[in-house]
């Protein structure tokens, strides 16, 4: 074989590497290429969600720049969040699919504190143990919306701010942190201005004074360690989220960015995310998907429009023909309907939903008795919770009771045996969503629903609850 020239060789490794650099800036530019489309859609989603309220200058940028580490703050001060941390939630999710890193940050130390802003007076504060369990019931329901176990360079990290708060005495905090932080700066803060307003007749202590302290501090801790430059939450946490882009600032010179969600509110004014049981929450055993799912269906025409945008990762698209379509058909709630399926998958699981669907029909007359046998127990209790409720004996119905003297004597859901034998008679007495209108027929245990209940329904609306002990 003939040996080519050397210049050849030369000319083959110089071309070769030319061709590797000329690929690797192609990765390189594709990868930039990827970040700002996804970045671009990231800041667009925000905004004709309704999610974007504040964003300090730069932040965009910053974005557009590079894989960028943001976090948000959740308050640990129950064992389960409520559907008021949802939108915070959603905005760690959404920006996670963006294709940055995502850091939860579950307050351990702060929750022992309390932070002011957006209260009246100050909250009881929490012991370690209280905190822990409330730590691991949040850590559970993060984990259904954020990715953090797979191999991605973006998956999402858990911090509690305890783990590096425990250590530090009152005197080094005062001495490194507090020294670069004015109180005229701090007094500026909305947050405290309006508790040492006149409005206030509380005031408020020296320990929730230095909460924005803290929670600066945690930006600054996570800054330093894991590159954090980010810190995202609730348009009344702008004053705290600022406070640690200064201390940033001042500490390191380091660059720090802050962006803010609208607070969600209904649309007639009062506070969203109640009931009148008080709290919707995350934890099954809390508030349970059926009426979690109920929740959502109750919405207005015009809250459903906007909610539909912030909890769900139904596109533009998609969203703006279900609102079309419901407009020009208000009374169907279609729009209510889809809402709740999508959050109820979300947060619980698509057989909680199939549960919940089917509570539902059977409360409003469309279920079976084989549908209502295939309730579970919560659920169930739920459908029911606050209907007249009637002890019965478990041993007399292992005899058999004939169903006159079951509802008039051991149970008193007719005052008299006359009126249930006519109620019967016109056809008006379900058992168990069965009609029922042998005057006869002899109750048994094989009635039992899950052993226990059994379902009295007096004409359309009107339910009893006999339970057998």
């Given at each position: 074989?003939t040996a080519l020239?050397?210049?050849f060789?030369?000319f083959?490794?110089?071309?070769?590497?030319a061709?590797?650099a000329?690929?690797?800036?192609?990765?390189?530019e594709?990868q930039?290429?990827?970040?700002q489309?996804?970045?671009?859609n990231?800041?667009?989603?925000?905004s004709?969600r309704?999610m974007?309220?504040?964003?300090m200058p730069?932040?965009?940028?910053?974005?557009?720049?590079?894989?960028t580490?943001?976090?948000v703050?959740?308050d640990?001060?129950a064992?389960?969040?409520?559907?008021?941390s949802?939108a915070?939630i959603?905005?760690?999710k959404?920006?996670?699919?963006a294709?940055?890193?995502?850091?939860?940050?579950?307050?351990g130390?702060?929750?022992m504190?309390g932070?002011p802003?957006?209260?009246?007076?100050?909250?009881?504060?929490?012991n370690?143990?209280?905190?822990?369990?409330n730590l691991a019931?949040?850590?559970?329901q993060l984990?259904?919306?954020l990715?953090?176990?797979?191999?991605?360079?973006?998956k999402?990290v858990m911090v509690?701010?305890?783990?590096?708060m425990?250590?530090?005495?009152?005197?080094?905090?005062i001495r490194d942190?507090?020294?670069?932080i004015?109180?005229n700066y701090?007094?500026?803060?909305?947050?405290?201005?309006?508790?040492?307003?006149?409005?206030?007749?509380?005031?408020m202590?020296?320990?929730?004074?230095?909460?924005?302290?803290?929670?600066?501090?945690?930006f600054?801790?996570?800054?330093?360690?894991?590159?954090?430059?980010?810190?995202?939450?609730g348009?009344d946490?702008?004053?705290?989220?600022t406070t640690g882009?200064?201390?940033?600032?001042?500490k390191?010179d380091?660059e720090?960015?802050?962006?803010?969600?609208?607070?969600?509110?209904?649309?007639?004014?009062?506070?969203f995310g109640?009931?009148e049981?008080g709290?919707?929450?995350l934890d099954p055993n809390m508030?349970s998907p059926y009426?979690?799912?109920?929740f959502?269906l109750?919405t207005?025409?015009?809250?459903?429009e906007?909610y539909?945008?912030i909890f769900?990762?139904?596109d533009?698209?998609e969203?703006?023909?279900?609102?079309a379509?419901h407009?020009?058909?208000p009374?169907?709630?279609?729009l209510q309907?889809?809402l709740a399926?999508e959050?109820?998958?979300l947060v619980h699981s698509?057989?909680?939903l199939?549960?919940a669907v089917e509570?539902?029909?059977?409360l409003?007359?469309?279920?079976?008795?084989?549908?209502?046998?295939?309730l579970?127990e919560?659920?169930?209790l739920?459908v029911?919770?606050?209907?007249?409720?009637?002890?019965?004996?478990?041993?007399?119905?292992?005899?058999?009771?004939?169903?006159?003297?079951l509802?008039?004597?051991?149970?008193?859901?007719?005052?008299?045996?006359?009126?249930?034998?006519?109620?019967?008679k016109?056809n008006?007495l379900?058992?168990?969503?069965?009609?029922?209108?042998?005057?006869?027929a002899?109750i048994?245990e094989?009635?039992l629903?899950g052993?226990k209940y059994?379902?009295v329904?007096?004409?359309?609306?009107n339910?009893?609850?006999?339970?057998?002990?």
């Amino acid at each position: 074989m003939t040996a080519l020239p050397v210049h050849f060789y030369i000319f083959a490794r110089i071309s070769g590497c030319a061709v590797f650099a000329a690929i690797s800036k192609l990765k390189i530019e594709l990868q930039t290429q990827k970040i700002q489309t996804n970045t671009m859609n990231f800041v667009e989603e925000l905004s004709w969600r309704g999610m974007l309220h504040d964003m300090m200058p730069g932040t965009e940028e910053q974005l557009k720049k590079e894989m960028t580490t943001a976090y948000v703050g959740f308050d640990p001060t129950a064992e389960s969040l409520h559907i008021g941390s949802l939108a915070p939630i959603m905005l760690l999710k959404r920006f996670q699919l963006a294709g940055h890193k995502p850091v939860a940050l579950v307050g351990g130390a702060t929750g022992m504190i309390g932070d002011p802003s957006g209260k009246s007076q100050e909250r009881n504060l929490l012991n370690e143990e209280t905190l822990e369990r409330n730590l691991a019931g949040i850590r559970k329901q993060l984990e259904k919306f954020l990715d953090f176990d797979s191999d991605a360079e973006n998956k999402a990290v858990m911090v509690n701010n305890y783990d590096w708060m425990k250590d530090i005495s009152f005197l080094e905090f005062i001495r490194d942190v507090g020294k670069h932080i004015t109180v005229n700066y701090m007094m500026a803060k909305d947050s405290v201005k309006k508790r040492f307003s006149s409005e206030s007749k509380v005031g408020m202590s020296f320990t929730e004074f230095t909460y924005q302290l803290v929670q600066g501090f945690d930006f600054y801790w996570l800054n330093q360690n894991m590159n954090c430059k980010l810190q995202m939450g609730g348009s009344d946490q702008w004053g705290n989220i600022t406070t640690g882009t200064e201390l940033i600032r001042r500490k390191s010179d380091g660059e720090a960015f802050a962006l803010t969600i609208p607070l969600i509110k209904k649309a007639d004014g009062t506070k969203f995310g109640k009931t009148e049981s008080g709290n919707v929450w995350l934890d099954p055993n809390m508030t349970s998907p059926y009426k979690f799912y109920q929740f959502w269906l109750n919405t207005s025409d015009e809250d459903a429009e906007s909610y539909i945008k912030i909890f769900t990762l139904l596109d533009k698209a998609e969203i703006d023909a279900l609102i079309a379509a419901h407009r020009e058909a208000p009374h169907e709630r279609n729009l209510q309907r889809r809402l709740a399926e999508e959050i109820t998958v979300l947060v619980h699981s698509q057989e909680d939903l199939e549960m919940a669907v089917e509570a539902s029909q059977i409360l409003f007359g469309r279920g079976t008795a084989e549908s209502l046998r295939r309730l579970n127990e919560s659920t169930f209790l739920s459908v029911f919770e606050g209907v007249p409720q009637f002890t019965v004996s478990k041993a007399d119905l292992s005899a058999g009771v004939n169903v006159v003297d079951l509802l008039a004597d051991h149970a008193a859901v007719f005052p008299s045996k006359g009126e249930l034998r006519r109620t019967m008679k016109g056809n008006g007495l379900s058992i168990n969503k069965d009609k029922f209108s042998d005057q006869d027929a002899m109750i048994n245990e094989d009635y039992l629903i899950g052993g226990k209940y059994i379902l009295v329904q007096k004409g359309k609306k009107n339910y009893f609850l006999l339970i057998a002990e």
